[in-house]
């Protein structure tokens, strides 16, 4: 099995210090993970860990009158890479996506972009980004992941769609990521599992090992 992509989102379960913790554990595990963050941590990340850090949300506005909105320009300025948009718990509408990753693609932004289905796969697709991942919102934050619900959304993603694909929602084992890549997958995103951990070099080792 070839080497898959890994994405970790931390959500906003870490901030400050305990953010940069981790950042520096998943440095020392694998330093080509990509992980997501909140704006705030953007700048101590990178300068600490030299990740791949990616902005958590990104709004799609360019320098001037844009209070309470987090610019492109502002998170690469901060030494992010990337941003993600349109995960499940910060929905876009698809207009703006386009937007935001046009704006994105001109300023040499890299975007992770989540999709719930196949149908929206396939729209996002054609914007090209980065990275497409699949994650079912039912199955976020949940027990079960997507391998073990529904391992035909991912060999259908994989027989339906042109660009290489992530897929997230659950993962939390090294099973998860054998069935993921298996059916098609390039690589798995994932955060509690990994954000939550009393011991996330021992989980990181068990699951990508």
Do not use: W
């Amino acid at each position: 099995m070839k080497k898959p992509i890994i994405i970790i989102n931390f959500k906003t379960y870490l901030q400050g210090d305990k953010a940069v913790k981790l950042a520096k554990i998943i440095k020392n595990f694998d330093k080509k993970i990509i992980i997501g963050v909140q704006p705030t941590d953007i700048y101590r990340i990178s300068k600490e860990t030299k990740l791949k850090v990616y902005s958590e949300h990104a709004d799609p506005f360019q320098k001037g009158r844009n209070t309470g909105f987090i610019i492109p320009e502002a998170v690469k300025e901060n030494g992010a890479i990337g941003v993600f948009l349109n995960h499940s718990e910060h929905r876009t509408n698809f207009n703006t996506l386009e937007d935001t990753i046009n704006i994105c693609k001109k300023i040499k932004l890299k975007t992770v972009v989540f999709a719930k289905d196949l149908n929206e796969a396939r729209k996002i697709e054609k914007l090209k980004p980065s990275y497409l991942v699949i994650e079912p919102p039912e199955l976020v934050g949940g027990k079960i992941s997507v391998s073990s619900a529904k391992p035909e959304l991912i060999k259908r993603i994989s027989n339906n769609l042109k660009m290489d694909f992530l897929v997230g929602a659950g993962i939390k084992n090294k099973k998860d990521v054998e069935v993921a890549m298996k059916l098609g997958a390039s690589g798995v995103a994932l955060s509690s599992a990994i954000a939550n951990s009393v011991d996330p070099l021992k989980t990181l080792k068990e699951i990508f090992s």
